[in-house]
């Protein structure tokens, strides 16, 4: 502005011209944006949604670009896995399991060849006391022959018995009254 002041009367003339256009542009961005206010406030929004071909609108999307400016992380951060496993219905996704697939799946003989055999039947064994029940089953076994061996000396005893009374043409009665065992059944 010093420098139009120093030209004098013709520095004055051009300088109320660009003061003019100045307050004009001024003024003129006022009228533009109460304009513009207006027109939005008369605009009914679902009116120009509805005539939006969102079809046409959704070809133009680049749907690579946009994938490769989702930062996944930051989105998986924000999850909350418990909220997300509390209403999850367990019961629902194991009716939906095909336990026959994961079974044709399985290579049986993998498995096997993965466990160590020698390390498990010590484990077991080392839980079952071998020498308790050896021991009881050899005295079950010891008992019972000893009360197998005991039934068929009673009965060798009565058979001598009676073989003896008949050589002898004793009656029972005739042995002081002393009558016989009774029978032994075999076990």
Same mark, same amino acid.
């Given at each position: ?36 206010a207006a027109v939005v ?11 939006? #071909? ?12 946009v994938v490769e400016r ?9 999850? #909350? ?41 010590? #484990? ?64």
């Open positions: 502005m010093d420098a139009h002041r120093d030209t004098g009367i013709a520095g004055t003339l051009l300088f109320v011209p660009r003061l003019v256009l100045r307050a004009a542009g001024a003024g003129l961005d006022a009228v533009v944006r109460e304009l513009l406030r008369r605009i009914e929004l679902d009116d120009v949604v509805s005539r939006v #071909d969102v079809d046409r609108v959704v070809e133009r999307v680049d749907v690579d670009r989702v930062d996944v992380d930051r989105i998986v951060s924000r999850v #909350d896995v418990n909220r997300v496993v509390r209403r999850v219905d367990v019961d629902q996704v194991v009716d939906r399991v095909d336990v026959d697939a994961i079974a044709r799946r399985l290579d049986v003989d993998a498995v096997i060849a993965r466990i160590d055999l020698v390390a498990l039947v010590l #484990d077991v064994l080392a839980e079952v006391d071998v020498q308790r029940i050896a021991r009881e089953a050899g005295s079950g076994m010891t008992r019972e022959t000893v009360e197998a061996v005991r039934e068929r000396g009673i009965r060798a005893d009565r058979l001598v018995t009676q073989l003896t009374d008949r050589l002898l043409r004793r009656t029972p009665d005739a042995r002081n009254g002393i009558p016989l065992p009774p029978p032994v059944r075999p076990a």
